[in-house]
């Protein structure tokens, strides 16, 4: 999972940061709205997390270009600002969730698994692919009926592969989906992910073909 949290305050934010690292979801951080409009337009992001007070535009009027841009992904407004015409302003620009500083960081967590997991629940609430399924609530991969023994990072591919199939899915989105600015995965990386799901879908129909100088295709032989 990857987010893109808009935090003016350098503790508050290296706070986030570091919690969700050791929770396995990639945090790319930004101060203000303005480089933020621009990372939401070029980035598919799992979750944005943004602050009201920023510095020049503030958070709602990013909320509102946003969304004007049709950019969907998730929002949670993350604010010290606790009155009801701040929370009901929030979420009738179109933000999904609103907490209040100062909050516990296992409610954060809380929070965006229920927002990624609603968003995901609007395509589908899970994911097949011949014999192969992936319900996005459990976070579980089965196929032909047994559960998959996959790392986090691999059900994290497998998902992006089958939200893309029959498409290609370029191995660019699956860095950027993946990774974050500070620790960006390398392209042998992704690689490695791919060659381990290979050898976990072997003995199957399910095939990861490669598309060279493009990326990756789920295909049934």
């Known amino acids: 999972?990857?987010?893109?949290?808009?935090?003016?305050?350098?503790?508050?934010?290296?706070?986030?940061?570091e919690g969700l690292a050791r929770s396995g979801i990639a945090v790319d951080h930004l101060r203000a709205a303005e480089p933020a409009e621009s990372a939401l337009a070029l980035t598919?992001?799992?979750?944005?997390?943004?602050d009201i007070g920023l510095p020049?535009?503030?958070?709602?009027?990013?909320?509102?270009?946003?969304?004007?841009?049709?950019?969907?992904?998730?929002?949670l407004i993350l604010t010290a600002r606790d009155g009801l015409e701040?929370?009901?302003?929030g979420l009738d620009i179109g933000a999904d969730d609103y907490l209040v500083k100062p909050f516990l960081l296992p409610e954060l967590q809380a929070r965006i698994r229920a927002l990624v997991r609603r968003s995901q629940a609007s395509v589908s609430s899970g994911l097949e692919f011949g014999?192969?399924?992936?319900?996005?609530?459990?976070?579980m991969a089965t196929l032909n009926g047994t559960l998959l023994e996959l790392t986090g990072r691999e059900l994290d591919v497998l998902q992006h592969l089958m939200l893309a199939a029959p498409k290609v899915l370029s191995k660019q989105?699956?860095?950027?989906?993946?990774?974050?600015?500070?620790?960006?995965?390398?392209?042998?990386?992704?690689?490695?992910?791919?060659?381990?799901?290979?050898?976990?879908?072997?003995d199957s129909v399910v095939q990861?073909?490669?598309?060279?100088?493009?990326?990756y295709r789920l295909e049934l032989s």
Do not use: H
Request: charged letters at 30%; proline letters at 3%; aromatic letters at 4%.
């Open 1 to 17: 999972m990857r987010l893109l949290l808009v935090e003016d305050d350098a503790t508050v934010a290296s706070g986030i940061s």
């Open 44 to 50: 598919s992001y799992d979750l944005a997390i943004i």
């Open 56 to 75: 020049g535009m503030d958070g709602l009027e990013l909320i509102r270009r946003v969304r004007r841009k049709g950019i969907m992904v998730p929002v």
């Open 86 to 89: 701040d929370r009901v302003k």
């Open 131 to 139: 014999p192969l399924g992936l319900d996005l609530g459990l976070r």
């Open 173 to 202: 989105k699956l860095t950027e989906s993946l990774g974050c600015w500070e620790g960006e995965l390398s392209p042998n990386a992704i690689e490695i992910y791919i060659s381990r799901l290979r050898a976990k879908l072997a």
């Open 208 to 215: 990861i073909r490669t598309v060279r100088g493009i990326g």
